[in-house]
């Protein structure tokens, strides 16, 4: 079970990652983000709920 938490915290930790480029692109806007914006968010949609699964799935097996 530990190596499900450390899993997920990497998981989380990419979600922050892609998040954080986002971000940063949407800041300083220009040719990348244009091209890449909706691609990257779709990216941290895609990391976001594998880290909510594996979240939950460490929980319920906490749990039991």
Do not use: P
């Amino acid at each position: 079970m530990d190596t499900l938490f450390i899993i997920g915290c990497i998981a989380v930790l990419v979600v922050l990652v892609i998040l954080m480029v986002g971000i940063g692109s949407f800041a300083k806007g220009g040719e990348f983000h244009r091209k890449h914006a909706n691609r990257i968010m779709r990216y941290r949609v895609a990391a976001q709920a594998v880290a909510v699964i594996i979240i939950v799935l460490f929980a319920w097996l906490a749990r039991g």
